[in-house]
């Protein structure tokens, strides 16, 4: 890579990094104003973790609650409603073969709304279900992208 496409890179991270975390803490704000419960369990959690000392590494990985918020908020209002992909050798998915080169789009918002994996309050703003951390929430499937690469 010449120093410019390096340059260009490096832009992409920093803007696409603000944008989703400007994005991720709106929804945020809107869910936690309209679920009020699950607004004071965080904040009493964190109250709890920080006590009388300044945010840290270790206490910001004691933040359950947070974390199980966090998580659903981008269940449902994820980042990327779409995730493009370059299949790079011949693949054969549920009887259809799909050759090198094809251009596939996995499209996210289907996968967090899906009702088969999240139940049928999948519409519903509900951190529990994030209780048990994110490969219980998803029964081991590959269907919780949050944050997705665009790789070629």
């Known amino acids: 890579m010449t120093i410019d496409e390096v340059m260009d890179e490096c832009k992409l991270f920093y803007f696409a990094g603000q944008e989703t975390t400007a994005s991720l803490l709106v929804w ?22 920080f006590r009388n000392k300044s945010l840290d590494l270790d206490g910001l990985n004691h933040l359950y609650v ?14 990327a409603v779409g995730l493009p992909r370059r299949i790079n050798r011949d693949i054969t998915v549920r009887g259809r073969t799909l050759p090198s080169g094809t251009e ?7 996968l967090h709304y899906d009702e088969e994996t999240w139940g049928a309050d999948v519409k519903e703003f509900k951190p529990k279900r994030f209780s ?21």
């Open 104 to 110: 596939v789009r996995v499209p996210v918002m289907l």
């Open 28 to 49: 945020m704000m809107i869910l936690l104003s309209k679920h009020q419960e699950w607004q004071s369990r965080a904040r009493e959690e964190v109250l709890n973790v």
């Open 66 to 79: 947070v974390t199980m918020i966090i998580h659903e908020v981008l269940r449902l209002y994820p980042p």
């Open 132 to 152: 048990g951390g994110v490969s219980k929430a998803v029964k081991n499937q590959v269907t919780y992208l949050p944050f997705v690469k665009y790789i070629s």
